[in-house]
């Protein structure tokens, strides 16, 4: 029998700050329509923040209203947007302002028609600038975003308005423009999606990163967006990573400190702390990881031991058994962010689970924005009695071709007498995350067979 102990190791840490998405403090409110509103692609920002960045605390504001424009956003700049005080600016704006109305399944050559279309992109950008102009001048940072596409090439049940995706592409080319004349980061999102939608089409025609809506992403379209977002933004491309031998030597180290390491019999022993945590997929994302190589560039968690002698060996992290390995395998590197029954993992998905009960809550108070932005609410005499309010909107939303207005004046009602009490669990949520997602301590065993 032999028994090492090596003694307690201070190494040497690569820094994230360079590759740091929102330093410290920031408050970053994402602005934008439905698409925006509904919040999937920053909440993957979000989480991703949080289990790369742990220490930073960084506050992120859902500022989408569905079925905005621009002219939406400057009517409600103070008190849904500036109020926030942000640092940052994510805007996406575009999807409503082409008016797809204008466009439908044959190409048309209707001279108003077309002169209504180019009104429209015109109105779009004379309001883009403005908007930029406005954050600019309050020293807000701004990161423009292109839209997402509208699926005009998928085999879908939906009615297809062809020329909604050419349009798109005018105001994608008109964010490049100003993003290069204000000097401003600027996001690519229209280009992915459109190459990644042909390619799937290709071998499925009915086959799309939107919904059959042809307008709103599905998850997986969702985590390309984030995908791109973050590569965009140049995030770091490992959780941690560590390469050492079983005499607790390291070699090299990527944030993440061993602390202490030992070998008793046929088991090596490594104490290590690492500084983030894997990013969690959930099953509907799974399918955009064939489409993007998120798991490669940015969510590596290498393991690697380098002179472990022959034989095959089991992998224990506090105690859990993560899987068998051969030396070889050791020797190359086990990216654990693909095994989710490590410790890591599972805290990780623990923060997700807070972080989708904060979602719900704010999907409530959209919800009330969406109502009391709206223009028909305007109208109403009585704002404040819930009853004058529901007669006055109610016979308005019936006689509109869709349930989706009497289903957000429902829920209105229901949630605008508790919004104090959402704004306070909220918080509340906010602050078990930031709590949730910082990292621990692990024994790693490694275990010959």
Known sequence: MRLFIIAVFFIFQLSHGESQIFPSGSRVC????????????????????????????????????????TAGILNRMEDDILIHQPTHIVLMIGMNDVRRSLYGENISTNSDTL???????????????????????????????????????????????????????????????????????????????????????????????????????????????????????????FVSSISLNT????????????IQSSRFNNTYSFTIKEKSLPFPIVSQQENALQLVSFQEDLNQQLFKITDLPVGAYKLLIDSILIGSFSSEDFHLGIDLSYYKLTPQYQQSIALRNVLNELWVQESNLRNIKFIEYNNDYLKCVDRISLDALKNCLMPVFESKNTDYYKNQLNKYLLNKPNEQKIIEVSNILKVKAFELAQPKIHQFNVVKM
């Open 30 to 69: 994402f602005v934008g329509n439905s698409i925006t509103n509904n919040g999937e692609f920053h909440h993957n920002i979000l989480l991703f923040h949080l289990t790369r960045y742990p220490k930073e605390n960084v506050k992120f504001f859902n500022c989408g209203i569905s079925g905005d424009v």
């Open 115 to 237: 002169e209504q279309r180019e009104k429209a992109i015109l109105i779009y950008k004379i309001n883009l600038e403005k908007i930029i102009k406005i954050f600019l001048s309050k020293k807000i940072q701004v990161i423009l975003q292109k839209p997402t596409i509208y699926d005009q090439t998928g085999i879908l049940p939906t009615k297809n308005n062809l020329g909604v995706n050419d349009a798109l592409k005018v105001c994608a080319d008109f964010i490049g423009d100003m993003a290069n004349a204000y000097h401003l980061e600027v996001v690519d999102y229209w280009t992915i999606m459109n190459r990644i939608n042909q390619q799937m089409q290709k071998k499925d025609p009915s086959s799309t990163l939107t919904s059959i809506d042809r307008v709103h992403p599905q998850s997986a379209g969702h985590l390309v967006m984030a995908y791109q977002f973050l590569k965009t933004l140049k995030a770091e491309q």
């Open 247 to 258: 005499k607790g030597i390291v070699q090299s180290s990527n944030n993440c400190d061993l």
